[in-house]
T-cell receptor, first 116, second 112 residues
């Protein structure tokens, strides 16, 4: 059973560019959530995908968008990058949608994005 | 949203019991409380989850009072390897649009 993987590990972009981050879910999981973690802060929920549809979104602007594919892997796209977008982007997979009784989320190691 | 508040940091010594309390005054009826552990340059790792009263597993216990406005993570006999950031997480209920809220985290430093 493979864990959650993310690519790339590190990425450097300049302001105004676009970036795509990728996540492969743990085997058997159908739900993916994305988080942004700024240095010294806790992860902030961006959005969640369940069976290829968005199923919950945090307070992030529309330039943050995502996709989930039939094999349940996922992408996070960020357009018009800003300096404040520099952070660790975490992907987490789980089985079933997030609800009050939600199932354990398994996190990947993250992608470190630096915007210059 | 169910915002959480935790102590910024705590220090302890090896072999001691550590209790970290999280406040979540606006927790929704259907929300569970979950704690995660995070080491530097790694994603968070699940520790324990509960709804009310007490939950215990092989690594920790979680105490939740009847009003559910707070919770306490208890780590028995900590070791140096327990040095990490601990996050209290509530949310996921449909009342809040399935959003999840991590607290700012508590930095636990275990000393020898």
């Amino acid at each position: 059973e493979t864990g959650v993987t993310q690519s790339p590990t590190h990425l450097i972009k300049t302001r105004g560019q676009q970036v795509t981050l990728r996540c492969s879910s743990q085997s058997g999981h159908n739900t993916v959530s994305w988080y942004q973690q700024a240095l010294g802060q806790g992860p902030q929920f961006i959005f969640q995908y369940y069976r290829e549809e968005e199923n919950g979104r945090g307070n992030f602007p529309p330039r943050f968008s995502g996709l989930q594919f039939p094999n349940y892997s996922s992408e996070l796209n960020v357009n018009a990058l800003e300096l404040d977008d520099s952070a660790l982007y975490l992907c987490a997979s789980s089985w079933g949608v997030l609800s009050g009784n939600y199932n354990e989320q398994f996190f990947g190691p993250g992608t470190r994005l630096t915007v210059l | 949203l169910a915002k959480t508040t935790q102590p910024i940091s705590m220090d302890s010594y090896e072999g001691q019991e550590v209790n970290i309390t999280c406040s979540h005054n606006n927790i929704a009826t259907n929300d569970y409380i979950t704690w995660y552990q995070q080491f530097p340059s790694q994603g968070p790792r699940f520790i324990i989850q509960g709804y009310k009263t007490k939950v215990t597993n092989e690594v920790a216990s979680l105490f939740i009072p009847a009003d559910r406005k707070s919770s306490t993570l208890s780590l028995p006999r900590v070791s140096l390897s327990d040095t990490a950031v601990y996050y209290c997480l509530v949310g996921g209920g449909e009342e809040y649009g399935n959003k999840l809220v991590f607290g700012a985290g508590t930095i636990l430093r275990v000393k020898s």
